[in-house]
T-cell receptor, first 116, second 113 residues
């Protein structure tokens, strides 16, 4: 079964509004989670590293004020797309490493965001 | 930072044939190399991974080889089946840095019946 759960799977929002996407680790704690964006027929691009109890680390070119990340607990990270625009429409997906020392990375189901 | 290149971008094979996808990476500190299969609109699924202390790993029809000196690793699928058709991504990262992965561009594999 799934070890990382993401919600919602689909969301449509109006331009200018904000959308929150949740990523949960199931039955394990994740001090670190990762947020990716994937455009159609393209690869996964790392947006930011979510760190429990501290600020997220953003990749170059990713606006931290636009893509707000909060890692409030050891099992939950949220990505909020603020003031969304049509060009933000994409597939957003999170991942979390599971295990001690040698670990395996699992992905959430992904969230399709459409901004109209 | 890490840079991962993946070839080919598309690959079409006949059912029963083998398929090989190759990746190169740039950061010699990378020590974890997973391969993911992604079907349209779904999450990437880990199919096999290899760590830098081994050169080859096999799981039924799937195998991965790693050459750390040359900084390249490959995915081998034997006896391909139509259900193997998907996009395959390689990735590289360091497990000591919290499993931050850099992905290749992906390979669209089509297995023709």
């Amino acid at each position: 079964g799934a070890v990382v759960s993401q919600h919602p799977s689909w969301v449509i929002c109006k331009s200018g509004t904000s959308v929150k996407i949740e990523c949960r680790s199931l039955d394990f704690q994740a001090t670190t989670m990762f947020w990716y964006r994937q455009f159609p027929k393209q690869s996964l691009m790392l947006m930011a590293t979510s760190n429990e109890g501290s600020k997220a680390t953003y990749e170059q070119g990713v606006e931290k004020d636009k893509f707000l990340i909060n890692h409030a607990s050891l099992t939950l990270s949220t990505l909020t797309v603020t003031s969304a625009h049509p060009e933000d429409s994409s597939f957003y997906i999170c991942s979390a490493p599971r295990g001690q020392g040698v670990n395996t990375i699992y992905f959430g189901e992904g969230s399709w965001l459409t901004v109209v | 930072g890490e840079n991962v290149e993946q070839h080919p971008s598309t690959l079409s094979v006949q059912e029963g044939d083998s398929a090989v996808i190759k990746c190169t990476y740039s950061d010699s500190a990378s020590n974890y190399f997973p391969w993911y299969k992604q079907e349209l609109g779904k999450r990437p699924q880990l199919i096999i991974d290899i760590r830098s202390n081994v050169g080859e790993k096999k799981d039924q029809r799937i195998a991965v080889t790693l050459n750390k000196t040359a900084k390249h690793f490959s995915l081998h699928i034997t006896e391909t089946q139509p259900e193997d058709s998907a996009v395959y991504f390689c990735a590289a990262g360091q497990q000591t840095s919290g499993s931050r992965l850099t992905f290749g561009e992906g390979t669209q594999l089509t297995v023709n019946p």
